[in-house]
């Protein structure tokens, strides 16, 4: 069980705007720890798509944007694309026990 | 923009030792521009932590893993590597490794800004 919380599955139609919640807590996200986000096609490696909460990479389209308020983060993507159809895992540091790097288990994105 | 390839066997016995190597190009693995993490991924499954290494040679491991994972550079080579002791069939999955940045003060994590391609590791007799 991860310590941040994803939904396993959103969908969305074409052109539509979708978001999927990373969910943590006071010892990660709500602590101000900063969230990354991540693309993942099938078969391949996760590709950065938004990192310190907000901030897109050079080549990411401006569909995807990211939030963040008290201990959730978000990514938004408007105008649905088929291409968009993949994996999406949120990132973050987690103070408890003693300390490391964790993942979101991860929502699969699916355009009807 | 770097790259990173990662190469060792696909296939390791219970009880023993994983060992994989990722070769970074298109920069020197010295700079303190970047460190540089191991994250895996089993079969059908999410990402999972393993840990990461400064030029410097400082590490941070996952503490789920730690008592079995090292984590080592060759500057020489522009390359690190990952071994991890005591393997069992939980320890299948495809092995990235990724270098990293951080984006603020804020940031304990750190992100992968590159990747490289993942190589599969099976653990069976």
């Known amino acids: 069980q991860s310590v941040l919380t994803q939904p396993p599955s959103v969908s969305g139609a074409p052109g539509q705007r979708v978001t999927i919640s990373c969910t943590g807590s006071?010892?990660?996200?709500?602590?101000?720890?900063?969230v990354h986000w991540y693309q993942q096609l099938p078969g391949t490696a996760p590709k950065l798509l938004i990192y310190?909460?907000?901030i897109r990479p050079s080549g990411v389209p401006a569909r995807f944007s990211g939030s963040k308020s008290g201990t959730s983060a978000s990514l938004a993507i408007t105008g649905l694309q088929a291409e968009d159809e993949a994996d999406y895992y949120c990132q973050s540091y987690d103070s408890g026990l003693s300390g490391s790097t964790v993942f979101g288990g991860g929502t699969k994105l699916t355009v009807l | 923009q770097l790259q990173l390839q990662e190469s060792g066997p696909g296939l390791v016995k219970p009880s023993e030792t994983l060992s994989l190597t990722c070769v970074v190009s298109g920069g020197s693995i010295s700079s303190s521009d970047h460190y540089w993490g191991w994250i895996r991924q089993p079969p059908g499954k999410g990402l999972e932590w393993i840990g990461s290494?400064?030029?410097?040679?400082?590490?941070y491991y996952n503490p789920s893993l730690k008592s079995r994972a090292t984590i080592s550079i060759d500057s020489s080579k522009n390359q690190f590597s990952l071994k991890m002791s005591s393997v069992t069939a939980a320890d299948t999955a495809v092995y990235y490794c990724a270098s990293l940045e951080t984006a603020s003060y804020a940031d304990k994590s750190g992100y992968g800004k590159n990747w490289g391609q993942g190589t599969m590791v099976t653990v069976s007799s």
């Open positions: 310190g909460n907000t």
């Open positions: 006071t010892s990660n996200i709500g602590a101000g720890y900063d």
């Open positions: 290494i400064f030029y410097t040679g400082s590490t």
